[in-house]
């Protein structure tokens, strides 16, 4: 099985644009979570997905949202980017209901802002 | 408000010796425990869980909720445990937010 792949691996944006990052699950996967990871704030939470539903969401502010398709696929969206955007977003999907049962991460999407 | 504190950034141990990584949390109510971990140039893993009680790559870790920890440990540092490691927590109820931990870059030396 192919693992987790996330779109794009890289990108450099500016200050004030919006982005929009992609994950693909695992196959047969259908419960995706996203992530920030920066060296100043560590891992941060962002979301929760099990078929197309929120489940779970971090501290973040409402610039960040996101989605699961009908095909598990996920994606979030950050609007009106600022420089502390600037982080490694990873994705993990798993099986079932429970995220963190064979829990598997993508590659992440590194985000420059500018 | 939920914590995990990783006391230590980076812990270096001698091949064969044990190793302890802490973790200690802050939460009201049943929280859910995880250890992640990342090998350089790797993905993130999600390595144990405390609902499992499973023993992974020689890994152990037992809730203490009276001590509120969560502290991993292995009898025997490898030099293929170099890698970072995270402390998570899952809170219950509503929301279930994810906090972790800043991570403790763990070190065998050969």
């Known amino acids: 099985k192919a693992g987790v792949t996330q779109t794009p691996r890289y990108l450099i944006k500016t200050r004030g644009q919006q982005v929009t990052l992609s994950c693909s699950p695992i196959s047969g996967h259908r419960s995706v979570s996203w992530y920030q990871q920066t060296p100043g704030q560590g891992l941060q939470f962002l979301f929760e997905y099990f078929s197309e539903t929120q489940r779970n969401k971090g501290n973040f502010p409402g610039r960040f949202s996101g989605r699961q398709f009908s095909n598990s696929r996920s994606e979030m969206n950050v609007s009106t980017l600022e420089l502390g955007d600037s982080a490694l977003y990873l994705c993990a999907s798993s099986a079932g209901q429970d995220p963190y049962n064979e829990q598997f991460f993508g590659p992440g999407t590194r985000l420059t802002v500018l | 408000a939920q914590r995990v504190t990783q006391p230590e950034k980076l812990l270096s141990v001698f091949k064969g010796a044990p190793v302890e990584l802490k973790c200690n949390y802050s939460?009201?109510?049943?929280?859910?425990l995880f250890w992640y971990v990342q090998y350089s140039r790797q993905r993130l893993q999600l390595l144990l869980r405390h609902i499992s009680r499973e023993s992974i790559k020689g890994f152990t870790a037992d809730l203490n909720k009276g001590e509120t920890s969560f502290h991993l440990k292995k009898p025997f540092a490898q030099e293929e445990d170099s890698a970072m490691y995270y402390c998570a927590l899952k809170g219950s109820g509503g929301y279930q937010k994810v906090t972790f931990g800043i991570g403790t870059k763990l070190q065998v030396i050969p």
């Open positions: 939460y009201s109510g049943s929280p859910e």
